[in-house]
Structure formats: C-alpha cells, structure tokens
C-alpha cells in the first residue's frame, strides 16, 4: 500500500470489502500514533512502525467485522485494545467491554478510550476465568490466547447461549487441528474461516465457535486434551 497514512488506511479498507467513507479512519489513525508513542517507553506490542500497527493490528482486527453479531461484546485478553477497541469504534452501536489483567495495558486502555472519546468501551482488569457479567455476551474474541480449549473452558460460562466465540489465529496447525477435533467431541460447534488482511503475510484463520447444539448440555471442565491448541 502506497500513499500517505490515510490513503493507505483508505485503500486497506477498501481492498478488505469495506467502505472508508463509513469507517472512522481518522480515530483509526489517532489509535495508531497514540500505540506508536507509548510503545516507545512501555512496550505494548512487538509490531513498531506505523505501518505495520496499521496493517498487523488495525486492519486485522476489522477483518473480523463480518462475524461480529449482537450488542454485548467481549474482548478477552485484549492488550492494546486488539481487536475489541477498533472494533468499538467501528461498531458504536454496540458495547464493548475490554479485559485484560496486565495493569500497563489496562492503563493505555484507559487513557486511549478517554482521549480518542470512546463511549461504547469499558476497559476491565481482570483474567477471563475471575470475571463475571450480569449478561452474557453475543460475541467474545480473543487474539493473543494461544491454546483454544483453554480459551473456550475460561470463556463458555460468558457467552450467551446463541454467542459466538472468535478465536484469531494465524495458519490451521495439526495442533489446532487436534483442539478442534477436541472440542467438537463435546459438541462445540466451530467454523474455520480463512482471513485476508492486506499487508499481512502469510495465513489468518478466524475460528467461529458456538455452544453445544444440546441447550442443556453441560461440558465438565477440565476436559482431558481440552489444553491443546
């Protein structure tokens, strides 16, 4: 991608389906000098450069956009706000609760919602596993949990029973193969869709998972292999 930050941000959306005329580019462009400042003295992420947040973190995170369903949306393990804060401000029509137990990133959390004037997200410090909602959540994504059953075993209890579960991942490994093989076991229902992201090599997988079809199927936890990918 060529051109200016703009242009560049423009011609990303456009390249992914997207229309930049009904995105908010310029907070996208605000959240990425303001992760790029503070990566300087806090090391927030390992991508430096405004180019790559753009594409590694800004476009990746709305190439999720499409799955994203309900009003009640959860974050989990969000760090810098990836992807739940950008898709809050994509979506503000809906509320986006940010969770992560790492008190710097919680703190540039803080600070980015309230300087870039996000009203639909509320940042949380807390693990997935001591958090607890008065309401389930219609989507809950996750990018930085590395192991998928274990993502699922700390977050099934938050999604409602019609919910989806979207687990960004990079390419479909034996490994992960072996957790979805796992979970289905127990009636997880999951779907694999393959993600696009300009400037981004190499493969983005989405996994969409939905509870059991069964509404009264309870899934003991821990299950044994539930730990693999």
Same mark, same amino acid.
């Given at each position: ?72 949306? &959860?974050?989990?393990?969000? !760090?810098?706000?990836? $992807?739940? +804060?950008?898709?809050?401000? =994509?979506?503000? /029509?809906? *509320?986006? %609760? ?66 989806? &579960?979207?687990?960004?991942? !990079?390419?479909?490994? $034996?490994? +992960?193969?072996?957790?979805? =093989?796992?979970? /289905?076991? *127990?009636? %997880? ?41």
């Amino acid at each position: 991608m060529n051109g200016n930050p703009e242009t560049r941000l423009r011609s990303g959306l456009t390249t992914m389906g997207l229309d930049p005329d009904q995105h908010p580019c310029a907070a996208y462009l605000a959240y990425i000098d303001l992760l790029s400042r503070w990566n300087k003295a806090y090391s927030l992420t390992a991508i430096r450069g405004a180019n790559e947040i753009m594409s590694r973190h800004v476009l990746d995170a709305l190439s999720i956009l499409p799955y994203v369903q309900g009003q009640h949306c &959860l974050d989990v393990g969000t !760090g810098a706000g990836l $992807p739940g +804060l950008i898709l809050a401000l =994509a979506n503000p /029509g809906q *509320h986006w %609760v940010l969770l992560d137990s790492n008190s710097k990133k919680v703190r540039f959390l803080t600070h980015a919602v309230m300087e870039l004037g996000i009203r639909n997200a509320e940042v949380v410090r807390a693990r997935a596993e001591d958090y607890h909602a008065d309401v389930p959540f219609t989507t809950i994504t996750a990018r930085a949990f590395a192991v998928l059953g274990l993502l699922y075993e700390r977050t099934w209890r938050l999604l409602a029973q019609d919910g989806s &579960l979207l687990a960004m991942k !990079g390419p479909v490994t $034996p490994e +992960l193969n072996g957790g979805i =093989a796992e979970l /289905g076991r *127990h009636g %997880v229902v999951v779907q694999i869709h393959e993600l696009a992201v300009p400037g981004v090599d190499g493969r983005r997988t989405l996994l969409e998972l939905r509870h059991p079809d069964q509404a009264d199927l309870a899934i003991p936890f821990p299950i044994t292999g539930l730990s693999m990918q």
